[in-house]
Structures are given as structure tokens and as C-alpha cells.
């Protein structure tokens, strides 16, 4: 498997809990290495770009005032098959489906303020980093 890099998001019902240092350890437990990461505070515009996708969705709105609403942690997670370890361990989209040990299953609150973010694919991945980060803050 080669060795990718993810886009992850510590979301805002998380940083206001101060759970930034034990989701690092679960990312840093299971493999993956944080080769950048930055603490921000996105406008509900800026999260509405980032989740374009999924602007049909009846939860379009509360999501990206739910993104705006504090500061997140953007970070770009890498390791081998990267993408879909980062998933694994973030667990199922909603924590009542989540497996035990995952971040979701330990720290998510609802299926909409449930922690963390990961990209779901290499092109998603490409595009959510680049988004974030130019070339310059990724050293590895
Ligand atoms: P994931 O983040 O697991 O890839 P999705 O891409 O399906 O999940 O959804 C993106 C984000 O939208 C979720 O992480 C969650 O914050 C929010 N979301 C998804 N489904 C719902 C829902 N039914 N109600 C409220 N928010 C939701």
C-alpha cells in the first residue's frame, strides 16, 4: 500500500473541549504522522465551499454554521493506505454507529458535531489539502 496523505479536521465541539491533544494520540497511535497542522476560525462561507458537496443535504446549513461556530485544527495526516486508516479510526459519520475505540465512539456528540473530518478518497484528499495548506507548509 502507498504511502498517502489526508486532509483531517478537529471540528469545533471538540477544540471547545480541549480533546485537540487525545485525537492527535489516536491519529499518532494507530500510524498516521501530522506533517502540518494549524488552528483556525473558518466563516460559515469558507465552510460552505468546503462542504459544497453536500449542499442539497437538508443539513447543509446547521453544518457549516456548526463549522463557522469556533476554532477547528486543519491537518494533513500521512501514512501508508493514510486515507482510509484515518476513517477507521475516526469511526462511522454518526458515533451511535461507531466502533468501540474509535474517535467518534469516545468524543462525538450527535452525528453532526461528531469530532473530526477525513477526506474519502486520493482526489478529495488532493483538493481538501490543498484548500487548506499551499506547498511551502507541507514539509513532511
Ligand atoms: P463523513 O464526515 O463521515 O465523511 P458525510 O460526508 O456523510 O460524513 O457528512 C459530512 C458531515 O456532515 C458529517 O461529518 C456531519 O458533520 C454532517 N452530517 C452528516 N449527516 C448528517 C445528518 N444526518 N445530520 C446532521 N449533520 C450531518
Redesign the pocket.
Known sequence: MATERTLSII?PDATKRNLTGKINAKFEDAGLRIVAQKRIQLTEAQAGKF?E??AE???YG??CE??ASGPVVVQVLEGEGAIAKN?EV?G???PADAAAGTI?AEFAE?????S???S?APETAAVEIAYFFSGLELVG
Do not use: I, Q, W
Open positions: 471540528k462542504y458537496v453536500h443535504r437538508p443539513f446547521e453544518l456548526f463549522m476513517r475516526m462511522a459519520t454518526n467518534r450527535s452525528v453532526g458535531e461528531n473530526v473530518h477525513g474519502d
